[in-house]
C-alpha cells in the first residue's frame, strides 16, 4: 500500500477532492474569493465601513482576507473567538454580547488590555453596571447600547431607551460610549432606519455623540445602504453563503462557496439512499425549510431525515439517474456557520484540487 | 485578582458549577452510575448481553465504568471513533456502518489487525465486495447484515434478502459472517422479533450459523426482552437520558444527568429572557419537540429560538417567578448526543461540585 494514513485524515494541497474521506465541508477558493470581493465592492461604492463577523469561518487567515479587501475590523461573538482572533493580530474586534459575570470580566478586562480597539454591547443597566463596577479601576472599554429594531432577540425596545441607556453608559466609570449596535429583522431596513435615527438624534440633543452605527445581517446585506444612520455594517455567512442566504436572494447557488461531500452508503430501496452524512455533518438547522440541505445534480433529491451519522435521502422524485452506493455527492447546507463549528478543520480547493487546510482555530471555545 | 484564568477554561475537582462560565454541559455523577446501573441490571436479568453505543459520550472512561458494570463490548458508529476506543484499550468494537471506499478500508484493516474483535455491518453486495476484495489478503473481517425491521434507515428488507446476504458474506474470501444488526423502530418488538427469528431461521436452514444477532435503541430499550431472537442489545443515550428519553418514557426527568449550564443575558421585555446558549450549545435537533431544551424549575418557560450564540426564552406562560439577568439556570437538551459532539471537554459533579473534567476523545472526528 502506498497509501498514507496520516495524509488522509489532514489532507494535503493537491490532494483531489474526489479521494477525500467523508463527510468533509470543503471550500471553494473561487466562490470565496468572489463572495468578499463582491459584498466588499458594496460596502466601498455606499461608503458603509464593512465588518466580517467571524462567526462563519472561525479562521484567521480568511479574516485577514476580508480585511486585506477593505474590511475595518472584525465581528466576534464571544471572549474566547475574539481571544483567537486578537492572537492572530486583530486589533479591532466588536463583540456583539451583553458580557456578564465575575469569570468572563477577568478574560475581557484582559483582552482589552492586549489589542486597541476592543468593544463590546449592552442593552440593560444590570449589564452596564458589571462592566463599570469591573472597569472602573481598569483600562477603559468601549460600550455600544444593543437595539432591537425587529429582530426580538436582545437589545433595547425604543430609541428612547436606546438614548437613556447610552448616556447612561456615557456617565459611568470605566466605560467610553461609542455608538449603537443592531442586528436586525431581513427585509426591515426602513424600520431599523426609523429606530436608529432616532435614538441618534435623541443622543444628539441630550448632547452625546454615537461615533458608531452598526448594523448587521447578511439575508438583507444588500439593501444596508437604506439605513443612513448606520456607519458601518457585519456580516458572516456572506463569506461561504449557503442554501438559505440563496432562498433569501441574496446569493445565487453558484456562489455557495461550502459544500459537505458525502457518500452514499446504503440503496435500502427505490427510493431511498442513506449517506454518511448527519447531523454532525449538515446540522439540524433548517431555518425555515423541511429538509436538511440541496443535493448538488439531484434537485429533487429531499435529505428528508438525519441522524447523527446517516442522512436519509427521498429519491422518488428524482426524474433522472439516481445515485448508487459508493457515489460522493455535494450538498449545500441550509446553514453554513454552524458546519464550521462542528470541524477541526476545513479543506479548500480550486477546481475540485486541495488548495490548503486551515484550523478552525475559534470552533469548540467554550463561551 | 485571584482569578486562575487558565482553570477557569478548564475547571478541576472541588470548584463550584456555579462559578462555572456559560455555556457548559455538565454531568451529574449519581445520575450517570444510577442510569448505568439501571440497565445493565435490566440486561442481566433477562441474560442479554448489552453492548453500549459511545457515540452518546465519546469517552473512554464512560466506556470503561460501563464494561465494569458487565457490558460486553461497545458500540461505534465510525471507524475514527473506535480507533479512538482502542487507544483507550478496547477490544471487542462493533462499528454498525457499512464501510466503503479504499481510504476507509485501510484504516479499517489496520484497526481489524491491532484488535481482536472488531466488527463491522453491510446491507449491499456492494458493500460486501468493497470489504472482500480488501481483506481477502488480509486478517479476516467479521461482517453483520444489517436489517431495516421497520427503522427506515439502512438495512436489507426482508428476512429473505438478510438471508441471502448473509450466506453471500459466508462464502466471501477476507470476511467472516457472524450475525445479525437492527436499529428499529421504537415500540417496533413484535415486528423486529418476527424479522429477525425468520432471518435466523432461514441461515440455520442453509446450514448458516448466527452467532449475534444485536437489536439496539434507548426509546424501547427496557421492551429488549421481548426481542427473544436477539442475543445483546445496543444503546446509547441512556447513560446521560434527555429530555427525548424522558418523553418516550424510558426514564424520569431526575434521570437527566446532563444539563446545559446557561446564563440570562438580557431580558429585552417582560415575557422573553435571553440566554448564552444558542444552537453551538443546544444543538437545533427538535426530535419531534417545537422548542429547544426544558428549563429546570421553569416549568411553562419556553426556548423557542436558536441563534449560534442565543437562546430566546419565551416566558409569557410563567406564573411564578421569572429569571433575572445574570441568573444561571440549567436546561435538559432534546438530545444529548449531539451535545457531546460540541465540547471537547465535560465537566463532572456531584451535588454541585466538580468532581472531573474528562476530554470528549472521539469528538470531530472527521469519519
Redesign the interface.
Known amino acids: 500500500?502506498t497509501?498514507d494514513?496520516a495524509s488522509?485524515?489532514s489532507p494535503k494541497a493537491g490532494d483531489r477532492i474526489e479521494?477525500?474521506?467523508?463527510?468533509?465541508p470543503i471550500i471553494d477558493e473561487d466562490r470565496l474569493t468572489g463572495n468578499i470581493a463582491r459584498v466588499q465592492a458594496y460596502m466601498d461604492k455606499h461608503g458603509l465601513n464593512f465588518r466580517p463577523h467571524i462567526?462563519t469561518h472561525k479562521i484567521p487567515a480568511l479574516a485577514h482576507a476580508q480585511v486585506a479587501a477593505g474590511a475595518k475590523g472584525i465581528n466576534c461573538?464571544?471572549i474566547?473567538e475574539a481571544e483567537a482572533f486578537a492572537d492572530a493580530g486583530f486589533e479591532d474586534i466588536l463583540i456583539t454580547?451583553?458580557?456578564?459575570?465575575?469569570?468572563?470580566l477577568?478574560?475581557l478586562s484582559?483582552l482589552n488590555d492586549r489589542i486597541s480597539g476592543l468593544k463590546v454591547v449592552a442593552?440593560?443597566t444590570?449589564?452596564v453596571d458589571?462592566l463599570s463596577d469591573y472597569f472602573a479601576t481598569r483600562k477603559q472599554l468601549t460600550v455600544l447600547v444593543?437595539c432591537?429594531t425587529g429582530g426580538?432577540?436582545?437589545?433595547?425596545?425604543s430609541p428612547a431607551e436606546a438614548a437613556k441607556l447610552g448616556k447612561y453608559i456615557a456617565g459611568k466609570p470605566g466605560l467610553n460610549f461609542a455608538g449603537l449596535m443592531t442586528y436586525p429583522k431581513p427585509d426591515n431596513a426602513a424600520a431599523t432606519q426609523e429606530f436608529l435615527s432616532q435614538a441618534v438624534a435623541l443622543l444628539k440633543a441630550e448632547g452625546v455623540e454615537c461615533p458608531i452605527v452598526t448594523n448587521g445581517g447578511t439575508p438583507s446585506l444588500f439593501d444596508a445602504h437604506l439605513v443612513t444612520a448606520a456607519t458601518e455594517h457585519r456580516a458572516g455567512t456572506y463569506i461561504y453563503n449557503d442554501r438559505s442566504m440563496v432562498r433569501a436572494g441574496h446569493c445565487r447557488e453558484e456562489d455557495c462557496a461550502m459544500h459537505i461531500l458525502a457518500?452514499v452508503?446504503?440503496?435500502?430501496?427505490e427510493d431511498?439512499a442513506?449517506i454518511?452524512s448527519g447531523?454532525?455533518a449538515l446540522?439540524?438547522?433548517?431555518l425555515g425549510f423541511t429538509d436538511y440541505g440541496q443535493v448538488v445534480g439531484y434537485p429533487e433529491a429531499v435529505i428528508k431525515?438525519l441522524?447523527?451519522?446517516?442522512g436519509?435521502i427521498d429519491l422518488s422524485k428524482c426524474t433522472g439517474p439516481r445515485p448508487?452506493?459508493?457515489d460522493k455527492i455535494r450538498i449545500i447546507p441550509n446553514h453554513t456557520?454552524?458546519v464550521s463549528?462542528?470541524?477541526?478543520?476545513m479543506v479548500f480547493h480550486r477546481d475540485g484540487v486541495v488548495t490548503r487546510v486551515e484550523d478552525v482555530a475559534a470552533r469548540?471555545l467554550?463561551?
Open positions: 500500500m497509501h494514513i488522509e485524515i479521494a477525500l474521506s467523508t463527510p468533509r462567526k461573538q464571544k474566547t454580547f451583553n458580557i456578564l459575570g465575575p469569570e468572563k477577568v478574560r484582559a442593552d440593560s444590570a449589564t458589571g444593543e432591537d426580538a432577540r436582545c437589545g433595547v425596545q457518500t452508503v446504503s440503496r435500502p430501496t431511498r442513506v454518511d447531523s454532525k446540522t439540524s438547522d433548517l431525515g441522524s447523527e451519522e446517516h436519509v448508487q452506493i459508493g456557520c454552524v463549528n462542528l470541524f477541526d478543520q469548540g467554550v463561551w
